[in-house]
């Protein structure tokens, strides 16, 4: 007779309409029993529209009755918040302080390198006024869910991906809120959002050091923050004061990524630096925490950028600072 | 015997301590009245200490007794805030709702070029969260003034300068502050600085459509904005969201500017295009305003705003952009 793992392995292969993850994926799965050839299934209603439960009712017992010895399978649905179903590992802010320093580009480049390497990987966009991400990934539809809670929609590489720009008509839309409003939207994307069972959840922070990152360290269980910044001196001022404000707020830093670094001349492949000497060891040493890598300007990556396909990027640059980037959470994570 | 046009022009080289701009362009003489071989003169005491008042009184007597058939000077103060002495024929924001793509470069370009010729003018730095104004002027000093004012310190090229890292103890010092605290002193910076006779008051934002840029837009008197943006998708797509904030604010959009527009190979002089295309004519045609200026990606203006030296800066680009400005400025001015 199937036991309790291979039926959450058969519920592993039903898709949840709109999301695109499994149920078990999803953390929907809330008690499984067994016995005298019947199962009984309780599956969380969280996000889920009154019809995509009966399709998933339907479903869910069309293939646990396809199990060894299964001859009944009776599935109900019980109430569970979205935070209450969320099971996460780890929450990784990246934040500059400065703006345009390439924060989006970092989150989204962990966020690729991490689901490549087969982590579940989650991005919360918690620029509200400036969002990048779905652009980024060419991702435009809205997210599916219901009054119970929202279902991030999937990248290519499936990624899920929330961001305030998948709730607007045009993504080019403005959105001129305050700071409260800004604070609770995105308490609304950590708590109704529907992430399900993420190794990491990566939140990409807006500039500055005011409400929006104040809000996500606050509220979310950060295992730490990653700081972005470019080689000028003036940005790694601006970038100096997220530093501090990540110490204050006894956030750890877990790492520091320079961008636009160099840029490799097309024709002689000389080296230029376009906005001054790094400033990678000495960011490194103000943070108290390892350099992770130095990116070029890259036209291409740009446009891929632009294009929404920053999934198809790729390069040694990218993979060192994987690889570095997990050796980091490693240490001492939470 | 003196005219009161003549003692105008001697208390114009009366420099106010602190300020070294003096009591006429700080807007501090109130009255004057001639008879009888006596002055009679009021000065504001708007963001003077007891002692500068001291001083001022002694030193505006000398000067205006020094005038023909002047025996007598009596020089008085009243009360008036700085709000009410201001007198600023054009306030300006440079805004772009994205963060890295040159609104403080732009700021200080417009000033440099327009102190350059002859207009007095001032830089609001409405950044407070990342503050990039007082390091690109070279600017450190605390301002001067009273419990009834501040005065804004001077750049090498008399450009008045107030930005929230002249109060902080060291400029990489975080502001982590929600909204309305932001919002405060983004008013403070406009009714309690003694800005005095300016043309020209530029706004630099921080990026974003939140608090700070709806408190400038709500509270200032704007003639209008200038919107930045650099060539790639992404930035101009957030950049949108900015155009689309002025719009709905009703705040005329007097011109845009690109920036990182290009890149001059060093030896061949060849432009490469780092972040795509430029999106000059397209962002011109959403804004609905002219495109004032396109400057390249270039290192020595880096190096320069690195230093506080950007009031070295010069080039063709620069020129046309300042007369584009202008001549934009004065199309339906406000």
Redesign the interface.
């Known amino acids: 007779m199937a036991t309790e793992e291979q039926i959450r392995e058969s519920l592993d292969q039903v898709l949840v309409p709109g999301a695109m993850r499994s149920l078990v994926k999803l953390n929907l799965v809330r008690d499984i029993n067994v016995s005298d050839e019947k199962a009984s299934i309780a599956l969380a209603s969280a996000a889920l529209s009154p019809q995509t439960q009966d399709w998933l009712k339907a479903k869910a017992g069309e293939v646990v009755r396809g199990l060894d010895g299964i001859k009944e399978a009776e599935i109900g649905f019980v109430e569970a918040s979205p935070k209450e179903l969320n099971d996460i590992r780890h929450v990784v802010a990246v934040m500059s302080?400065?703006?345009?320093?390439g924060k989006?580009l970092v989150t989204g480049l962990i966020g690729l390198s991490l689901a490549r390497r087969g982590y579940e990987v989650g991005i919360l966009d918690a620029d509200?006024?400036?969002?990048?991400i779905p652009?980024?990934f060419g991702i435009s539809g809205r997210p599916a869910g219901s009054e119970t809670g929202i279902i991030p929609p999937l990248s290519k590489a499936e990624i899920e991906i929330m961001s305030i720009n998948l709730l607007l008509p045009h993504?080019?839309?403005?959105?001129?809120?305050?700071?409260?409003l800004?604070?609770k939207v995105i308490t609304q994307f950590w708590e109704d959002v529907l992430w399900g069972k993420l190794d990491y959840l990566l939140v990409d922070l807006?500039?500055?050091?005011?409400?929006a990152p104040?809000t996500v360290m606050q509220t979310l269980p950060l295992s730490g923050v990653i700081i972005a910044f470019?080689p000028?001196?003036?940005?790694t001022?601006?970038v100096?004061?997220?530093v501090?404000?990540a110490q204050?707020?006894n956030i750890p830093i877990k790492g520091v990524v320079e961008n636009m670094s160099y840029?490799l001349?097309?024709d002689s492949g000389k080296r230029?630096?376009?906005?001054?000497r790094s400033k990678g060891q000495e960011m490194a040493k103000a943070a108290g925490a390892p350099l992770l890598g130095q990116f070029p300007?890259d036209?291409e990556l740009?446009?891929l950028?632009?294009e929404g396909n920053i999934e198809r990027y790729d390069s040694e640059e990218l993979n060192s600072f994987a690889e570095a980037f997990l050796k980091a959470m490693s240490n001492n994570g939470r």
């Open positions: 302080g400065k703006g345009g320093v989006s509200i006024t400036g969002p990048s652009r980024m993504e080019d839309d403005a959105v001129i809120w305050r700071g409260p800004i604070a807006p500039p500055g050091t005011a409400d104040l470019t000028q001196e003036l940005a001022m601006v100096r004061k997220a501090q404000m204050k707020m840029f001349l097309p230029i630096e376009l906005f001054g300007i036209p740009a446009q950028c632009d």
